[in-house]
């Protein structure tokens, strides 16, 4: 079955940028999307098509994706960005994937 | 405005049954796929299952296949989940999702919390 890897954790420096990876076989051949998901929330799409936002989502939130891997990044970190974000592919034999999740420390 | 609220969830024992809904408003209903997605406490995303909008197909991770089945009732906006041979693994929140923009899953439920314990 098709898998996507990321760091449990990532921390940055308010105002800093934040870079989280996905890496999954094959990943710049498939679209990638990321969601932030806060405690006791509902996951939100912050990026999706690799780097497309969403309307409502700030333009500190982007997106790249090449060879194996995607990365989300967020510039000028601020600490409401504090929150797991998991990335998310479409495999045609398991269908939606997930990545575990990162945790992103805004400290 | 799009909303989905699920409901159902509860304290089972493990090897019970249990069934879900997800009340859809504020959009088409029966022009969309719809998914179940569920988190364990403390742990990740994972998809459960998809059913296409005219519920003549339907999928399932392999973790759920043959415990769980999914459907829908376009004429009451409510999609369902329903889960046999409930084990320990099944106890997560719930949520049903689907995307609107045809793009990723960009409407989520606030989620159900099922809890397979004796």
């Known amino acids: 079955s098709y898998e996507l890897t990321q760091p449990p954790s990532v921390s940055v420096s308010p105002g800093q940028t934040a870079t989280i990876t996905c890496s999954g076989d094959n990943l710049g051949g498939r679209y990638t999307c990321w969601y932030q998901q806060k405690p006791g929330q509902s996951p939100l799409l912050v990026i999706y098509?690799?780097?497309k936002r969403p309307s409502g989502i700030p333009e500190r939130f982007s997106g790249s994706s090449s060879g194996n891997t995607a990365t989300l990044t967020i510039s000028g970190t601020q600490a409401m960005d504090e929150a797991h974000y998991y990335c998310q592919a479409w495999d045609s034999y398991t269908l939606w994937v997930f990545g575990g999740g990162t945790k992103l420390t805004v400290l | 405005e799009v909303q989905l609220v699920e409901s159902g969830g509860a304290l089972v024992k493990p090897g019970g049954s249990l069934r879900l809904s997800c009340a859809a408003s504020?959009?088409?209903?029966?022009?969309?796929?719809m998914n179940w997605v569920r988190q364990a406490p403390g742990k990740g995303l994972l998809w459960v299952s998809r059913i296409t909008g005219d519920a003549t197909s339907t999928m399932y991770a392999d973790s759920v296949k043959g415990r769980f089945t999914i459907s829908r009732d376009n004429t009451k906006n409510t999609l369902y989940l329903q889960m046999n041979s409930l084990t320990v693994e099944d106890t997560a929140v719930y949520f049903c999702?689907?995307?609107?923009?045809?793009?990723?899953?960009?409407?989520w439920g606030q989620g159900t919390m099922v809890t397979v314990s004796s």
């Open positions: 999702t689907f995307s609107l923009s045809g793009y990723a899953f960009d409407i």
């Open positions: 098509q690799d780097e």
């Open positions: 504020g959009f088409t209903f029966r022009k969309y796929w």
